[in-house]
């Protein structure tokens, strides 16, 4: 199949490695010529362009664009597709994607593959990224079949695991999961840069280990990204913020009361709740 990708960064140079060895075609186009040139020395693509008339022969174009350009990329790609064409976009957050996207071509799927890295750009790009990973569909009641059943067959051989749902509840459930982690993440790298005394910040940078890798990692991540979470998905990101805040706040007491039955009995509901998010 020609496959076709808008937006040649960590998701789209991923999903190019990924198709091309599986035998598909890939054309790709980005906005800097460097790196239309790049992407084809790292074995992205198999053909790049800034001219968006490169993928008026995919069959499937894959929007890989930040959240913001995703509706002017599919303005500038609009008179060089053929009708049949499938479009379909990675975007972390699908209500006002698919608002906005669906009136202007009816062969859209929404689709978001929940996997990445904490570094960006094409140079970040890796076979496999996705093994393994959720790859979440939103189709809407006047989504054609016929157009799922097509980005169902292309994902499924990167071995994902693919779910379907509506844009909102996608958005309310990713707000949890992946947006409120980023926020808690940064913030949590905040209050320790926050730390007054530099000798005991310098000695915490050289104390922290895997407990502050792990928690921090999202925190310390593309900062256009979580801008875009925020700025895409607000309501349901603060609604989050909020939920954690509260939580936040109950721990808070239980130490202040020093209410250590009922601080390890919070700890054991978490500590039996986590597998159940993996």
């Known amino acids: 199949m020609k496959i076709g990708i808008a937006g040649l960064g960590l998701i789209g140079g991923s999903l190019g490695l990924d198709f091309r060895s599986l035998g598909h075609e890939v054309l790709g186009v980005s906005r800097r010529p460097e790196t239309c040139e790049q992407a084809i020395g790292l074995g992205v693509v198999d053909r790049a362009s800034t001219d968006w008339s490169l993928l008026a022969t995919a069959e499937v174009i894959f929007l890989c664009t930040p959240l913001a350009a995703i ?97 909102a509840a996608h958005d309310r459930a990713v707000a949890m999961i992946s947006h409120l982690p980023v926020m808690t993440s940064a913030s949590l790298i905040a209050a320790c840069m926050a730390e007054p005394d530099d000798a005991v910040l310098k000695l915490a940078q050289t104390l922290a280990s895997s407990g502050f890798r792990d928690t921090s990692r999202v925190g310390g991540g593309n900062p256009e990204l979580g801008v875009m979470m925020a700025r895409y998905n607000q309501q349901e990101l603060l609604r989050s913020l909020q939920a954690y805040r509260a939580q936040l706040d109950q721990f808070m007491a239980l130490i202040e009361q020093a209410d250590w039955a009922a601080l390890e009995q919070r700890l054991q509901q978490t500590h039996a709740a986590r597998p159940e998010f993996l």
């Open 71 to 167: 509706k002017p990329t599919v303005l500038q790609l609009l008179p060089h597709l053929a009708p049949e064409t499938v479009l379909t976009d990675v975007g972390s957050v699908k209500a006002s994607v698919v608002e906005e996207i669906a009136p202007l071509w009816h062969n859209f799927v929404g689709g978001h593959p929940m996997a990445g890295r904490a570094e960006s750009g094409l140079e970040a790009a890796q076979p496999n990224l996705f093994v393994g990973a959720a790859y979440v569909l939103t189709p809407i009641a006047d989504t054609p079949a016929a157009a799922v059943n097509c980005v169902e067959d292309l994902v499924r051989p990167l071995q994902t695991r693919i779910y379907h749902c509506q844009p």
